[in-house]
C-alpha cells in the first residue's frame, strides 16, 4: 500500500543511483560502446610504477561500467514483488476485518434467493432488511433496491452473482463519489516549508480518540517524520495519562498541562515547540466533545483560531474519530460535528468488532465525508489507510 504518511518530499532521502545509471552511460552500453584505449590493452614492458597507476586513469577515458551493475538491473521487479506481497497482505487483513459485516450482508442476500428461481418481491423485503441491518442507511437501501427492482421487471437481473454485483457496484460508487467530492486531506498539499502540519483529532468519549491519536503517531514517525503529540484534552483526568502511555509507546514527545489549562494554551504552547524544533507533524488530542454541548464546540473553534495565527492553514486536517459499532449514532456525531469542526475526514475505529461496517457507506452517502483511515485491529499497524474498493470487495468476498 506504500508509504501510511507521505509528507517528507523526494529532497529528504538520498539515492546512490546504483541501479539506475545515467543516460550517457546507458547509450554507451547500448549504442556507442566505448573501445578500450590502446594503452589500457597493450601490456607495458616494464611493470609500472605505484605513481604511474594512480595517474593513469586521469589520463584515459572513463571504461564501460563494470559487470556488477547489470547485476543490480532486476532490483524494480524484486521491488514490485515484494509491494504486491504487501498489497496481498493487507487486502487479506482487509477482508479479515470486515467478516462480521460480510456474514450479515452477504449471507442474508444468500439466505433471501436460496432455492428461489427468480429475484420477486418477498426477495427485495428480504435484501432490505439485510442492508439496513448491517447500517448502510435507510436513503442508500431505498436507492439501492429500486435500482435492483427495474433491473428485475426489464429481467436483467435474474441470479444471486449478478445481485451481488449491483449492490457491490452501488457501495463503491457513494464510497468514491465522496472522495471525489470532498477530497481526501493529502499531506503532500501542503508546501514543505510549512511546519508543523497540523492534524486536529475531535470526537465523541470512547470511540477510540486516544488509541488512534498513539497510532497516527507510532506510523508517521515510522515513515522518517518528526512527530509531536499536543494533549489538549484537558477536561478529562485520565486523558493526559492515557496519552502519555501511547506516546511513550511511540518515542513520541507529548506536550501537556495540568487538567482544567485551557486547551487552546496548551495548543499554543505545543505550536511554538513544533515550530522552535521544526517538527513535521503536530497530533491535537481534543476533548471527548459530546455533540449537544456548546461550550465545548465553543472551545474547539477557539484551538481552530489559535491554531490558524501560528501555523498558516492549520489545522490542515480535522479528523472525526467514530467507533463502527455505534451504527447510526455515529452518523449523527458525524453530522454534528461537520457543523462547527469543518471535519476533512473520517476515522473508523473497530471495524474488526462489528456486523454493522456499513456505516462508513452512510456517512459516505449523506454527508459526502470521505474516510481516511480505519482500524481493523490492535497493534499499530492495525491503522490503515482506508480503500473502498477493498473495503466493498471485502463484503462479498
Not at 2 to 19: C, E, N, P, V, Y
Amino acid at each position: 500500500m506504500g508509504l501510511f504518511w507521505k509528507r517528507k518530499s523526494g529532497s529528504d532521502f538520498i539515492s546512490l543511483g546504483l541501479s539506475t545509471p545515467d543516460e550517457p552511460v546507458a547509450e554507451q552500453l547500448e549504442e556507442k560502446p566505448v573501445e578500450p584505449s590502446p594503452a589500457v590493452v597493450e601490456p607495458a614492458p616494464v611493470e609500472p610504477s605505484r605513481a604511474a597507476i594512480v595517474e593513469q586513469p586521469v589520463a584515459y577515458p572513463v571504461p564501460p561500467l563494470p559487470p556488477v551493475a547489470r547485476v543490480l538491473e532486476p532490483q524494480p521487479a524484486v521491488l514490485a514483488e515484494a509491494a504486491e506481497d504487501e498489497e496481498e497482505g493487507f487486502l487479506k487483513r482487509f477482508r479479515k476485518a470486515v467478516s462480521a459485516t460480510r456474514e450479515n450482508i452477504a449471507s442474508r442476500i444468500e439466505d433471501a434467493v436460496k432455492g428461489k428461481k427468480k429475484i420477486d418481491a418477498v426477495t427485495l423485503e428480504e435484501l432490505e432488511e439485510a442492508l439496513i441491518g448491517a447500517d448502510i442507511g435507510i436513503q442508500t437501501t431505498l436507492e439501492i433496491i429500486e435500482d435492483v427492482r427495474k433491473q428485475v421487471d426489464r429481467q436483467s437481473l435474474t441470479d444471486v452473482d449478478e445481485l451481488k454485483r449491483v449492490i457491490k457496484q452501488h457501495l463503491l460508487d457513494i464510497l468514491e463519489k465522496a472522495e471525489r467530492a470532498r477530497g481526501v486531506a493529502s499531506e503532500t498539499s501542503i508546501a514543505d516549508d510549512v511546519r508543523p502540519y497540523v492534524m486536529m483529532i475531535v470526537g465523541v468519549n470512547g470511540v477510540g480518540k486516544t488509541t488512534t491519536i498513539g497510532k497516527l503517531a507510532q506510523r508517521i514517525k515510522a515513515d522518517g517524520n518528526d512527530v509531536l503529540i499536543c494533549a489538549a484534552d484537558t477536561f478529562r483526568a485520565a486523558a493526559s495519562d492515557q496519552l502519555a502511555i501511547w506516546a511513550e509507546r511511540a518515542g513520541v514527545p507529548l506536550i501537556q498541562q495540568k487538567q482544567g489549562t485551557d486547551p487552546a494554551a496548551v495548543l499554543f504552547d505545543s505550536l511554538k515547540a513544533a515550530k522552535a524544533r521544526n517538527a513535521d507533524v503536530l497530533i491535537v488530542d481534543t476533548a471527548g466533545r459530546l455533540h449537544n454541548k456548546s461550550n465545548l464546540m465553543a472551545e474547539l473553534e477557539k484551538m481552530k483560531r489559535v491554531a490558524g495565527k501560528e501555523v498558516p492553514g492549520a489545522p490542515h486536517e480535522t479528523l472525526l474519530v467514530v467507533d463502527a459499532v455505534t451504527g447510526q449514532n455515529g452518523l449523527s456525531q458525524a453530522r454534528e460535528f461537520m457543523k462547527v469542526a469543518d471535519v476533512s475526514g473520517l476515522v473508523l475505529t473497530k471495524l474488526d468488532g462489528t456486523a454493522k461496517g456499513g456505516i462508513a457507506v452512510a456517512i459516505a452517502k449523506e454527508l459526502s465525508l470521505p474516510i481516511r483511515y480505519c482500524g481493523i485491529g490492535e497493534k499499530a499497524d492495525d491503522l490503515v489507510v482506508f480503500d473502498p474498493k477493498a473495503y466493498v470487495d471485502g463484503l462479498f468476498e
